[in-house]
């Protein structure tokens, strides 16, 4: 038999992997439209924190550092990214989403979603949204 606590557990449980699969749905239609692959995708959502070197990409993504170097070679031709090297070590390249290409082209795609979202949050009390952020 199944307690209301259980059944609250579970409906959050399949929201949650549902939201993952959207998720994943909205990286592909939107690196789809931006015309990159989904690896490229994830590379300029994680350069969204800041800049990067190639190897911590390359962590943070878990691909090669081959890999990582061609995904760069793509995005910086795209315009997505630069890369400089770094000041204090030279033999280290530093890659940095170019923010007025990622407001032009990619903010747009996400900004639904995003605005969708602040609705959602918006008929919650600091509580609640303390609860869910687990604050």
Known sequence: MSTPRTRLIHEIAARLGRTVQWGMRMNHTAA?????????????????????????LARHLGVTTAATTAMIDRLERAGFLARTRDPNERRRVVVQLDGARARADIAPLFAPLIHSWLDRLADYDEHDLEVITGS
């Open 32 to 56: 789809a439209s931006l015309g990159v692959n989904a690896t490229d995708m994830g590379a300029i959502q994680a350069l969204q924190d800041g800049p990067m070197t190639a190897g911590e």
